[in-house]
């Protein structure tokens, strides 16, 4: 996957964009970018997770709120990331994705190159219940068939995760949105 392309096709549609080519240069662009947050919500992504950008935001003195639509900077990352542009996120509460849309003055997402697609909302959407949804009901403990089996089953269970499905086509109105693209795999 050309990181570049990825990147021309996000800023045609409004995105801020940059690539990295390590995790390591994508997370110091964030802390530079946080400069002057003093609140950074939280996604509550594996990604951000395996960047450390926790323990650096702790570390400079930021206040961190989990899953908080008012802060500063949002960070998180995308379920899938289709080739031409569009960001894609299932959540099952929505306060991700909602803080994702409107609340916060910016919102940064992080991007492994594993969560980019090549063929389109259906195939972000197919890539999301097969890597994602799997491994995250088994974190949280859920008893869905995917937790089960590994394998989707559009299920209509209790312990469903899968509840609301965000497309960002373009930044929302009122949310300056930002995505940086790394030429590593992170999260799942
Ligand atoms: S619909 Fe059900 S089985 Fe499919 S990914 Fe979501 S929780 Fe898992």
Not at 17 to 44: H, I, L, N
Request: aromatic share 4%; with cysteine.
């Amino acid at each position: 996957m050309d990181l570049e392309k990825v990147k021309e096709a996000l800023l045609k549609r409004g995105f801020a964009a940059e690539a990295f080519a390590t995790k390591a240069a994508a997370a110091a662009r964030v802390m530079e970018m946080a400069k002057d947050a003093g609140s950074v919500g939280w996604g509550g992504s594996e990604t951000v997770k395996e960047m450390g950008l926790r323990e650096a935001m702790a570390a400079a003195g930021k206040e961190i709120r989990d899953h908080q639509t008012v802060c500063d900077l949002f960070l998180l990352s995308a379920n899938a990331l289709t080739a031409d542009g569009r960001i894609v996120n299932i959540d099952g509460r929505g306060n991700r994705v909602a803080a994702s849309i409107y609340g916060p003055k910016q919102v940064v997402f992080v991007v492994g190159r594993n969560k980019i697609v090549e063929g389109g909302i259906d195939d972000a959407v197919a890539r999301i219940k097969r890597c994602a949804c799997p491994p995250n009901c088994r974190r949280l403990g859920k008893q869905t068939p995917c937790a089960l089996t590994g394998k989707c089953a559009d299920c209509n269970s209790p312990d469903r995760i899968c509840m609301v499905t965000v497309i960002h086509e373009r930044p929302a109105r009122a949310t300056p949105t930002a995505v940086l693209l790394i030429d590593e795999d992170l999260g799942y």
